[in-house]
């Protein structure tokens, strides 16, 4: 099953990646119709993720898997019928884009809520919480650091 499922994996990375390895492990799960992961779906879905990050067809990197390359792209709210990724699913560098992409579409004028808002409407994320926005702190954070907003956003 191992050549079945990592053809699998690569799939969804390529389709939807950067992804949580937890996102792809559910859609495996789905495709192959198995309600929960027990040790037997466990260990042949990490031996094939790690047969592919080992030949180096696949990158992970803090639980995020892509093809080597891939580019990050904002893929906010999934729309209608789909359950919003969770904040711990979505990887930084799109929190992080969200946020740089916020801000070039109002030129940089806006208030800290307002933009919080909107960042969460952009993912689904009906309310706040305290993940969320320690998410969103951190996101604006790497940001200022890399010198791609202004610093007075890390305040």
């Known amino acids: 099953s191992r050549p079945i499922i990592s053809r699998q994996i690569q799939e969804i990375i390529e389709r939807d ?17 198995v309600g929960r992961a027990g ?7 990490n031996q094939a993720l790690h047969f592919l990050v080992r030949r180096g067809e696949i990158e992970e990197s803090d639980g995020f898997l892509s093809l080597p ?3 990050v792209e904002v893929r906010g709210d999934l729309g209608a019928g789909v ?7 979505v990887p930084p560098q799109e929190l992080q884009l969200a946020i740089q992409r916020l801000l070039e579409d109002v030129a940089g004028q806006v208030e800290r809520i307002e933009l919080l808002t909107k960042w969460r409407d952009l993912f689904g994320w009906r309310r706040a919480g305290t993940k969320i926005d320690i998410a969103f702190q951190e996101a604006l954070n790497a940001l200022v650091d890399q010198k791609r907003i202004d610093p007075s956003w890390s305040e």
Request: proline share 6%; charged share 30%; net charge positive.
């Open 83 to 89: 359950e919003p990724r969770s904040v711990d699913e």
């Open 69 to 71: 390359g891939q580019r």
């Open 17 to 33: 990646g950067p992804i949580h390895s937890e996102v792809v492990l559910r859609a495996v799960r789905r495709a192959w119709s």
């Open 39 to 45: 040790d037997r779906i466990w260990g042949a879905f």
